[in-house]
Nanobody, 119 residues
Framework: QVQLVESGGGLVQPGGSLRLSCAASGRIFVINAMGWYRQAPGKERELVATTTNSGRTNYADSVKGRFTISRDFAKKMVYLQMNSLKPEDTAVYYC?????????????WGQGTQVTVSS
């Protein structure tokens, strides 16, 4: 059974920083990609950043230059360093993983972690 568990969310003032972590567990054969999405109240879930096992990264335009995604796939981990946070970054942040397991290749989601940017 594959699980993704996020940590590191919380309340931060505008201009502050947070680091999110996501740990994958279970019988995983290959991590093809991992990433972060977010969903603000009343809005659709949107991509924040992704990284592949070949090292490619992709960022939403709204976070470029402020957020950095990193990975340690040997440890089944992905991180999101968020700097210069703005109130509009407030959302539930979800970890996503494209994994190959004994059952096949599927997308998995974590339960989400709340990030609130407010003074």
């Amino acid at each position: 059974q594959v699980q993704l568990v996020e940590s590191g969310g919380g309340l931060v003032q505008p201009g502050g920083s947070l680091r999110l972590s996501c740990a994958a567990s279970g019988r995983i054969f290959v991590i093809n990609a991992m990433g972060w999405y977010r969903q603000a109240p009343g809005k659709e879930r949107e991509l924040v950043a992704t990284t592949t096992n070949s090292g490619r990264t992709n960022y939403a335009d709204s976070v470029k230059g402020r957020f950095t995604i990193s990975r340690d796939f040997a440890k089944k981990m992905v991180y999101l360093q968020m700097n210069s946070l703005k109130p509009e970054d407030t959302a539930v942040y979800y970890c996503n993983a494209d994994l190959s397991t004994i059952s096949g290749r599927y997308d998995y989601w974590g339960q989400g972690t709340q990030v609130t940017v407010s003074s």
